[in-house]
């Protein structure tokens, strides 16, 4: 089983675009997550670093600049989702990736404070 390290970079640039507001509260995530085709697109006009910063885990051991590399999406390539980062969590949870659960559970309390969950 792969193991990650939290993408720090990822986790700064969520709470910067929650801050700003730049979230979904309301998505059905198997709808939004972005697949191939999306990922491939954005890559042609962002760096690696920008692909980079929508996922908050890092696979050890992969390259840099692969996709390999980027684990856990949480958003669309252009906003927070709140259901990517509840599958971050519960995915992150399933496979025992703590370090990873507890910084997207972290984003998701963020999020919903900012935008008044109550």
Known sequence: MAT?????????????????RQYVLDSDWG?????????????EKHSWDD???WHLGLTEGANDETKAR????????????????IACVYRA?????KAVELAAHDLLQRLD?????D
């Open 4 to 20: 990650y390290a939290v993408n720090r970079d990822a986790v700064a640039h969520a709470r910067r675009l929650i801050e700003a």
């Open 31 to 43: 709808d939004v997550q972005p697949g191939a085709d999306a990922q491939n697109a954005y890559l």
């Open 51 to 53: 692909y980079a910063a």
């Open 70 to 85: 980027y684990a856990f999406v949480y958003g669309d390539l252009r906003r927070v989702h709140r259901s990517g980062l």
């Open 93 to 97: 949870a399933e496979w025992r990736h």
């Open 113 to 117: 404070k900012v935008a008044g969950i």
